[in-house]
């Protein structure tokens, strides 16, 4: 499933913007895929998993109930807030070792959240990071001139 | 400043939609408002805070961390995860009779949460919960049958 993710990330990136994909499964097929649009719409919402639930489109509790939620990178606070708002059950974070959002608080509300380490995943986020620290800042809430 | 946010709920409102809105303000001064586009556009993820913060467009850091979030409802985990991500201090709430949000877990991360208890954003949200209580239930990711 990480591989549409994956797919969805390269083709925000191959369009200039912030590499992180999303996908959304319901009963294992695959329902709509994301990726963050800060940079080709100015979109201060759309991060890889917001677009993907937006590309999904209006859904009943019952589909979200049984959906996994993928995305390339660990899912920051809105997102996180995002997947428990619908009650998404199940998701699956292609590497954390770039960011880390909220996995503890998707646990605690009963989320099942499974960190893949996926060396490609790793590789997009440190190459765009180490290119666009002042992008990459901005996406995360963060002023650059504050981190290391 | 919640004046500001109610008449974006009356706007969201007069066009069929959630009578829910939002208005940011920075250093007193406001910024955008917003409201629910769940009926008008058909989105998931267009909130009333979401969408105020869409039309904000891309600020820096600096600016959010000067900034007031106002809210006619109390914000579900999704808006208030948003306004974790981009560090908004303060978070005005117009009432949360009709549905309390993540209040708890804003003010855990350190946001000064303010419940106004507002009558008229009471009024508009009773009227319409009871009036379409399916659209309602899907706007907070519950199934109506699920709901007392």
Do not use: K
Request: glycine share 10%.
């Amino acid at each position: 499933m990480l591989q549409s993710a994956l797919e969805a990330a390269r083709a925000g990136a191959a369009t200039g913007g912030i590499p992180i994909g999303s996908a959304l499964f319901i009963d294992g097929r695959l329902v709509a895929t994301g990726h963050n649009r800060r940079v080709q719409d100015a979109s201060v919402i759309h991060h890889a998993e917001m677009n993907c639930l937006e590309n999904a489109g209006r859904l009943p509790a019952a589909d979200y109930a049984r959906a996994t939620l993928v995305t390339t990178l660990s899912p920051c606070d809105m997102c996180t807030g995002a997947a428990l708002l619908y009650g998404i059950p199940r998701v699956i974070v292609g590497e954390n070792r770039t960011f880390v959002g909220g996995e503890d608080l998707l646990r605690s509300r009963g989320v099942e959240v499974t960190v893949l380490d996926d060396p490609e995943c790793v590789e997009l986020m440190t190459a765009f990071i180490a290119a666009h620290p002042a992008l990459w800042a901005e996406d995360i809430g963060e002023d650059e001139s504050d981190r290391p």
